[in-house]
């Protein structure tokens, strides 16, 4: 679809998802359940004037971003390394699958009651949001050695490539775009567990104490707000990825298309 | 560079691939090495190279067993070895970063381009430095091969069907443009194919290698003068020479 159209039918497709809802409230008639138009009225409030502790909503933004990033760079820092040296070595893999395999379906919420009793500050949220973005970007970076073709392997082998070189010039290169890939997954999933990472953070800033703050206090209009902007800023962060990756992987245009 | 191939023989598990390989090449020549389908060929290159260890017998590249750290040999792979996320230049200087940065070969940046460059314009790809390979066609795919494997210099070229997956115009194009090349510079090439009208254009002298398990069947000089033309009666003649050795296999 071309960029004008795309806008046009996305802002259509909006805009009935709006009256929708809209609609809805008029049937459920629940003073729990807002109208879009509390809703904006909320989101004026808390980006003007703040919470009731007076944290703009700009603050809760940056706070929870800072706490994600970290977590997701931690990810990288661990699942990148791990993911690469499992993968060039699968027997490491393969006699520590029945340890990796189970903790990768454990969901980040069943962690809380540890987290809590192990850590404390800010590494709660490392861990938590960590949790989230490992696996994607480890799974991603140990699959991704498959995509090394092995003709590329011996052409650097027969001009004298040693490890080193080949580990630099052909393997790095070949699996980039799937580690980017995964990293960009492992940033989305990671950004999913803010909530829960700030459920157990005990800090009063941030998206999702914004929304157990507010849910708290049974306001709804303030909570789906929190939960509009995260899933704003989430897909503002994937599209961010996506043009880095369209633009580090020129080359690949014809796959991608 | 010589070559000396002796008595090679691999197999893969139970599978017996070569059946005691035997051949020369001289220094500066050009050798075809042909024969059906699935005989073994690139395995046999492969050991040629040193990138796949025979079962018994050896390579000798000038008279000493062969080694891809210190030999050098230029390789053009059967299958596309192109490296998609490298540009034209990038590609054709890949094979120069390694010798220097696992081989300690001392050149400096400038030396580097300037080789770059130098076999960029041998094959005649002057213009197209910046594109990726999936920008140009598939003549100029196997033109970057070739240049990247001319670029450090090698004194032995291995060619593994190398203009196999081109169409017909491209590949009497290609191996006119080969034929320029070595002319100028008179490496030592095998060169792989399973068209006997290629190998009889190309080379010097044409082996001939049996179907599965391979053995050299038979080694045919091709004394002609080149240019050479296909039509004329000698040609004719070596090619269905070479032809009724295959068929009475
Ligand atoms: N790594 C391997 N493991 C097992 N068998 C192999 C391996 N490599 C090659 N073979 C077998 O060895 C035989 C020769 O293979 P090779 O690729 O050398 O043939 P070729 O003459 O180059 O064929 P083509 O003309 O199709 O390129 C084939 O039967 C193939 O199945
Ligand atoms: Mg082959």
């Known amino acids: 679809m071309k960029p004008l159209r795309s806008i046009a039918a996305n802002a259509v497709a909006l805009l009935l998802f709006t009256l929708a809802w809209h609609a809805t409230t008029l049937v459920v008639r629940s003073p729990f359940y807002p109208k879009p138009l509390d809703v904006l009225k909320a989101f004026c409030k808390l980006a003007l004037e703040g919470d009731i502790e007076g944290y703009s909503l700009g603050l809760h933004i940056g706070v929870s971003l800072l706490r994600v990033i970290s977590g997701f760079l931690f990810a990288c820092a661990t699942g990148i390394p791990l993911g690469l040296a499992m993968g060039l070595y699968r027997p490491a893999y393969e006699s520590t699958r029945s340890i990796i395999e189970p903790v990768r379906f454990i969901p980040p919420i069943a962690w809380i009651p540890l987290a809590i009793v192990l850590l404390r500050g800010f590494s709660r949220y490392v861990f938590l949001i960590w949790l989230g973005a490992f696996f994607p970007v480890f799974i991603n970076t140990l699959a991704s050695i498959h995509r090394v073709s092995q003709v590329h392997v011996e052409l650097a082998k027969v001009f004298g490539g040693d490890r080193s070189f080949i580990l630099a010039k052909v393997v790095i290169p070949s699996i980039m775009p799937e580690v980017l890939a995964g990293m960009r997954i492992g940033l989305g999933v990671g950004w999913m567990c803010i909530v829960a990472a700030e459920m157990i953070g005990g800090e009063m800033v941030g998206l999702g104490s914004l929304i157990l703050k507010y849910a708290e206090l049974l306001r709804v209009p303030e909570v789906i707000c929190g939960m509009v902007v995260i899933g704003v800023v989430g897909l503002l962060m994937n599209e961010l990825f996506l043009a880095a990756e369209r633009r580090l992987f020129k080359w690949r245009r014809e796959v991608v298309v | ?249």
């Open chain 2, 1 to 249: 560079m010589d070559v000396e191939v002796k008595g090679i023989v691999k197999s893969f598990g139970e599978l017996l691939v070569l059946d005691h390989i035997s051949f020369n090449v001289r220094s500066g020549e050009f050798v075809a090495v042909c024969g059906p389908t699935g005989c073994g060929k690139t395995t046999l290159m492969k050991i040629i190279a040193g990138l796949l260890k025979p079962d018994s017998g050896e390579v000798l590249l000038a008279g000493e067993p062969v080694d891809y750290r210190r030999h050098n040999i230029g390789f053009v792979f059967q299958e596309p070895s192109y490296l998609p996320w490298r540009t034209v230049w990038g590609n054709v200087k890949f094979g120069l970063e390694a010798k220097v940065s696992s081989l300690g070969w001392k050149l400096t940046r400038e030396e580097v381009d300037k080789r770059v460059k130098w076999a960029i314009e041998l094959v005649g790809l002057e213009g197209f430095e910046s594109y990726y390979p999936h920008q140009i066609s598939g003549g100029m795919k196997q033109k970057v091969a070739l240049a990247q494997a001319l670029a450090t210099d090698p004194h032995l070229l291995l060619m593994d069907e190398p203009f196999g997956a081109l169409d017909i115009q491209t590949r009497y194009y290609m191996e006119n443009e080969l034929l320029r090349v070595w002319s100028k510079l008179r490496k030592t090439v095998i060169f792989v194919t399973h068209y006997i009208e290629e190998a009889v254009y190309l080379a010097d002298r044409v082996i001939v290698l049996s179907s599965l398990p391979a053995k050299v069947k038979a080694e045919v000089d091709v004394s002609l003068p080149r240019p050479r033309d296909v039509t004329s009666s000698r040609f004719v003649e070596i090619r269905r020479e070479i032809t009724e050795l295959i068929r009475w296999w």
